[in-house]
Every structure is written in structure tokens, then in C-alpha cells.
């Protein structure tokens, strides 16, 4: 016979478990300041955080650790995980290493199977699950990443190509499936080595092409000295490129269309990426993989608006003027001179493509936000990012938080099977990510 203190007791445990749980319309959870830095087993569709410079650890709070994910098969069954509302399924398999995603104004997909240096087109009716095509567009490319059609609008009559030590271009009629001519050499030579990942965006205008080459080491081990000194460099463009190993990295560099006219765009930026072009303003934003060494929530990734002459830091300083332990004491000068990143990610998540949300299909407060892939982190003891994020903005202007949107590409603490790369919106207005773990793309529709 059930007492009434058992009753009681029962009640409780259920009162607790339900206040754990949350009711069903319960509002997305918002995490804080260290709160906030988690690892995936916090991850979830909805949850959003919101990270700011005053929360950051000291370097070295905690150790520094090496933990590498093994990349399994996926599990008959799994997919990854969205909010409810949007649904997902498998789009494309069978890939080698599929990274940058790009969409044609016609609807084509270009892919970049970088480790096997071709570029694919895959081709779908709007609202089609599955491409009904897939043709290698062009083939014995140099690691190819970052793909762009020039000039805007309808009818581009050129493909370009950012390779790891050049920028190529094919011409291009819509509706191509290979290339129609060998590729033209529009800037000879990039630096290579280090991070080989280089994007490619136009401005508005077309009068410029903007190209993102990451840093060749971690911390600016490879530097030097400035050729004629440190005053030489600052005068030179305070906020301008390294030197020794380093020159014309670590930033967005600025070209004509036909590749000449070389100039800094933005720099201290450690490896910009995912480099994209907000429509909405016409500003050009990175995804950036910020230094290792530091310990698990140091320093923090981020997605940031990026202006012409800015200076992000790298190497001397991180997310405003914390000065760097290794570089103590080397460019007090250009302490007041960073500027602060956007949005700051969960440290060592590996953000890499970056996409705004042009289409009509996803609900309207998604139209003119920014989606970044994070292809997962090393550098952690408890791993984080395999994840794609929703950036948040308000009229335009990031708020600072993001939210996790496709999740679920963790197995456990050792193994995953997938690592987010690329990310594109569909002429359907459908989301389509790139995972390179087990070479599959993933469409995302509402």
C-alpha cells in the first residue's frame, strides 16, 4: 500500500526530473562566459553561446593537450541532428574529401575535392534529394579550395579556382559541366606550406578580388626580424604583412581581377579560412582557426567582419590586446592597435566555411544570418566543434552569439564520422554541408 510520504517522494523525483528535462516549448538554452565553452557532449541543435573577450582563461589555466579524433565509418542509421522544424538527409556520398561547396547562379554545385585536386559539379532539381549529375569539372589542380564565378549576377563568365600556391580561371557559360578551356594563370604564386587552405571572394563592385592565406606556422616561429627593423614593418603598414616565412600571410590580400595590383586587404588574421561576402553590406568576413598551445578554451576561433587595413593580432596579440606569453615585449606599439573579432567560437572548434542565408525556404529571422562549419578540434581534451553554427545577426550586425545548428558527428571521446567543411546555400534555399571525414554532403531543408 503506497504511503503518502512515498506519494510525496515520487512527486519530488519527478518534479526534478521534469525541471531537468524542460518542458517541450521550453526557449533554446543560451550558455555564458566559460559556461559557454563546453565540449560536444553539450552540443545541441538550439543551444546558443555567447563568448566575450573579459571571459577568456589565462594562457596555460589548463594543459595543453594533443587529442586527435579517429574517423570511423558512420553508423548504419546515423545522421546528424537539427533543430525541429528542419530536416536532414544524406545529399551526396561516395566523395573524395569534399571541402568548399559553391553554387552556381544556374544551381550547379561546384565542389572542391582538394586532396584529389579536382573540382566537381554536381547538378539537382530544385528540391531534389539526390544530385542527378556529377561530372569532374576540371582535374590536376594544386590542393583546390576556394571557388568563385566572376563577374556577379547571372551570366559569370569565368570559374576561379584559389589553389594552394596560385589563383587560376576557366572560362566559364552557364550550364558547363566541364571545363570548356585549360585554366589561365591569374596569380602566378601564392605562399605555400603551412595552412594550405586559400578561399576566394570578389567585392560588390568587381573591381577586386580578395584572397585568404592562412599563416605558415602556429605562433610566428618562422619570422625573423623585419627587414629594417621593427620600425621599418609598422611604418610600412602597422596593421601589414610579417615577415621572413611569414610575408603575405596570415592575411586577406587584395588583387585586380586579373590578378595584378597585389595589396594587404587585412592582416594578423592566423588562417582566414572561410572567406565570404555578407550581401546584405558588401563587407568581407572570415572564419578564422586562431594558435594552439594555450590549453582547451584558449584561444578562442572566431567569425569576424573583416575591414581593409585592420589588424587582428596574430602573432603579437589575441582577441583585443592580450599580449601573447611567446611574443612578451616584442610590439607594445601595435597593442592598440587590434581589433577585436566578431564573434568568438569555442577555442580549437577549426571553423572553416563560412555562408550567409540568402534563400526563402528556411524561416524569415534565418534570411541574412551567417552559417559556419567547425571541422573539430585537436588541441582539446574534451573535443569540440564538428558542428555547424548559425551566426547571429540583428540589421545586419552580428550580436556576438552563435547557435549550434547541425550536430551530432561525434561518436564518443575518441571517434567521429564527420568533419564539416563546406557549406552552401541551394537554389531551393536548402542548406548543403560538407563533411571530408567519410566524404558524404548533407542537405538541410525546413
Not at 106 to 112: E, H, I, K, P, Q
Not at 379 to 386: E, F, L, Q, S, W
Not at 409 to 424: Q, T
Request: proline letters at 8%.
Amino acid at each position: 500500500m503506497t504511503t503518502t510520504r512515498q506519494t510525496c517522494a515520487a512527486a519530488a523525483a519527478l518534479a526534478s526530473i521534469l525541471s531537468t528535462i524542460g518542458p517541450s516549448n521550453a526557449q533554446p538554452v543560451t550558455l555564458r562566459g566559460q559556461d559557454a565553452f563546453g565540449d560536444w557532449q553539450r552540443d545541441k541543435p538550439g543551444t546558443v553561446r555567447l563568448i566575450k573577450p573579459e571571459d577568456l582563461p589565462k594562457p596555460g589555466a589548463t594543459p595543453s593537450a594533443a587529442n586527435v579524433s579517429r574517423v570511423v565509418a558512420r553508423p548504419d542509421s546515423t545522421k546528424p541532428q537539427v533543430p525541429p522544424g528542419f530536416k536532414v538527409e544524406l545529399f551526396a556520398d561516395g566523395l573524395s574529401g569534399p571541402r568548399i561547396i559553391r553554387t552556381a547562379p544556374n544551381g550547379d554545385l561546384f565542389v572542391a575535392e582538394t586532396r584529389a585536386g579536382r573540382i566537381r559539379i554536381l547538378r539537382a532539381a530544385d528540391g531534389a534529394p539526390k544530385p542527378q549529375i556529377s561530372e569532374v569539372y576540371a582535374s590536376g589542380l594544386s590542393h583546390p579550395f576556394g571557388i568563385a564565378f566572376f563577374p556577379d549576377g547571372d551570366d559569370p563568365h569565368w570559374v576561379y579556382v584559389a589553389n594552394t600556391d596560385s589563383v587560376v580561371r576557366f572560362p566559364y557559360r552557364s550550364g558547363d559541366l566541364t571545363a570548356s578551356g585549360k585554366p589561365e594563370t591569374v596569380v602566378a604564386k601564392l605562399p605555400t606550406g603551412g595552412h594550405s587552405t586559400r578561399d576566394i571572394a570578389f567585392t560588390p563592385d568587381g573591381t577586386r578580388m580578395l584572397v585568404s592565406v592562412g599563416s605558415e606556422g602556429n605562433d610566428g616561429e618562422g619570422m625573423g626580424r623585419p627587414r629594417g627593423g621593427l620600425q621599418s614593418w609598422s611604418r610600412a603598414h602597422a596593421l601589414g604583412a610579417a615577415w621572413g616565412a611569414e610575408t603575405n600571410r596570415a592575411a586577406v590580400l587584395a588583387f585586380d581581377p586579373d590578378g595584378k595590383n597585389q595589396k594587404i586587404f587585412a592582416t594578423g588574421i592566423r588562417n582566414c579560412v572561410g572567406l565570404a561576402i555578407q550581401p546584405q553590406t558588401g563587407t568581407p568576413w572570415c572564419s578564422t582557426n586562431e594558435r594552439d598551445g594555450f590549453g582547451d578554451n584558449l584561444v578562442p576561433d572566431y567569425v569576424t567582419r573583416v575591414r581593409e587595413n585592420a589588424f587582428y593580432g596574430w602573432p603579437w596579440f589575441y582577441i583585443g590586446g592580450n599580449e601573447d606569453p611567446r611574443h612578451a615585449g616584442e610590439r607594445p606599439d601595435l597593442k592598440d592597435k587590434v581589433t577585436v573579432p566578431d564573434v568568438l567560437l569555442q577555442a580549437h572548434s577549426a571553423s572553416l566555411g563560412l555562408s550567409f542565408y540568402s534563400g526563402s525556404s528556411f524561416p524569415p529571422e534565418y534570411r541574412g544570418d551567417a552559417f559556419a562549419a567547425g571541422h573539430g578540434s585537436w588541441n582539446r581534451a574534451k573535443r569540440t566543434g564538428y558542428k555547424v553554427v548559425r551566426i547571429r545577426l540583428k540589421e545586419g550586425v552580428p550580436t556576438g552569439e552563435y547557435e549550434d545548428f547541425v550536430t551530432g558527428f561525434v561518436i564518443n571521446d575518441s571517434e567521429v564520422w564527420g568533419r564539416p567543411v563546406g557549406i552552401a546555400v541551394a537554389h531551393d534555399g536548402a542548406l548543403l554541408v560538407s563533411e571530408d571525414g567519410n566524404g558524404t554532403i548533407w542537405r538541410v531543408s525546413h
